[in-house]
């Protein structure tokens, strides 16, 4: 949410200047749609730090009182195990490595979950790989991660899943 940058002259404070990165404002109403759909959990696996992560994830309803976050370096410390049976308490992974992602995608696959990722970095290729379901958000997303998933959303919008979800239900009942 704010990226802080300390400008320290001769060792005397200069200055200090906050930059927000705004929400998009369909994230809070996609969430939420998703959550209507009936997604029985949506988390945020993100490079940030955990207090913009759970600002983020509050405000757009990923976390609620019922769930947690933790770090990559906490998930480090947690064996493949250990994370299968603590990984629907968590809602938002703050601080993760590529590693970390897929270890969350097969934790949630070990607990009989059918598992989405959503990304658009070369960073998110092996979630996207070891998800049941890889979406990568095409519009300005890295050719890798556009290769190895299985959907492509080309407006990057996040939405743009609700309205997948509702026309492949849709299909499926028509069928």
């Known amino acids: 949410e704010y990226s802080h ?6 060792g005397v404070l200069a200055a200090v200047i906050c930059i927000s ?23 945020m696996m993100t490079g940030d730090n955990l207090i913009t992560a759970k600002s983020i994830a509050r405000r757009i309803g990923i976390l609620t009182d019922d769930s947690s ?8 410390a947690l064996s493949d195990e250990e994370l299968a049976q603590s ?7 703050a601080r993760i490595s590529p590693p970390d992602k897929t270890r969350i995608v097969k934790a949630w ?11 658009d970095s070369v960073q998110d290729t092996e979630a996207l790989i070891s ?28 939405g743009s899943i609700v309205c ?12």
């Open 5 to 10: 940058l300390y400008l320290a002259v001769s």
């Open 21 to 43: 990165d705004p929400l998009r404002a369909e994230a809070a109403d996609a969430i939420k749609a998703l959550h209507d759909c009936g997604i029985s959990k949506i988390v």
């Open 69 to 76: 976050a933790v770090t990559g370096e906490e998930l480090s």
């Open 87 to 93: 990984v629907k308490s968590y809602s938002v992974f």
């Open 109 to 119: 696959q070990q607990n009989g979950a059918v598992v989405t990722v959503t990304g």
């Open 131 to 158: 998800a049941d379901i890889g979406c990568a958000m095409g519009k300005f997303g890295a050719d890798v991660a556009k290769g190895t998933a299985d959907i492509v959303i080309s407006n990057s919008r996040f």
């Open 164 to 175: 997948a979800i509702k026309e492949s239900r849709g299909l499926f009942d028509n069928i």
